[in-house]
């Protein structure tokens, strides 16, 4: 295998890796304002590019998150087409996610403690 190919696999595995570790917690920030369907969320979290994930992906992450209580969901009627399901954080999500908001300072900073060079060397 040519190095400049094992970069480029990992350069896509490790966005990939990284998303799937955090994404419904991203998905639970973005309801803490408010109801959104499935559609409205793909596209918020895809105006982040490495964000950027499938209806293959949210809308099972989405039943995931009901089952376990963190998000309830209502249909509403759509001004086009069929009712649409909006999923809403619930009081368990909330806490869910203040733990997360809690912890991810501290886990980034632990990664950024050992991805930091402590010479300061660059090259």
């Given at each position: 295998?040519?190095?400049?190919?094992?970069?480029?696999?990992?350069?896509?595995?490790?966005?990939?890796?990284?998303?799937?570790?955090?994404?419904?917690?991203?998905?639970?920030?973005?309801?803490?304002?408010?109801?959104?369907?499935?559609?409205?969320?793909?596209?918020e979290l895809s105006s982040v590019s490495v964000m950027?994930?499938?209806?293959?992906t949210i809308y099972p992450l989405l039943s995931r998150?009901?089952?376990?209580?963190?998000?309830?969901?209502?249909?509403?009627?759509?001004?086009?087409?069929?009712?649409?399901?909006?999923?809403?954080?619930?009081?368990?999500?909330?806490?869910?996610?203040?733990?997360?908001?809690?912890?991810?300072?501290?886990?980034?900073?632990?990664?950024?403690?050992?991805?930091?060079?402590?010479?300061?060397?660059?090259?």
């Amino acid at each position: 295998m040519v190095p400049g190919n094992a970069m480029n696999e990992a350069g896509g595995r490790v966005p990939s890796q990284l998303r799937k570790g955090v994404l419904e917690y991203c998905v639970l920030a973005l309801l803490r304002d408010g109801p959104k369907y499935g559609v409205e969320l793909l596209a918020e979290l895809s105006s982040v590019s490495v964000m950027t994930t499938s209806q293959g992906t949210i809308y099972p992450l989405l039943s995931r998150l009901r089952r376990e209580g963190l998000v309830d969901t209502e249909l509403r009627e759509s001004p086009s087409g069929p009712p649409r399901r909006y999923y809403a954080l619930t009081a368990l999500g909330r806490t869910a996610l203040a733990e997360f908001a809690g912890a991810w300072p501290h886990f980034r900073n632990a990664v950024d403690h050992f991805l930091n060079d402590p010479q300061g060397d660059t090259t």
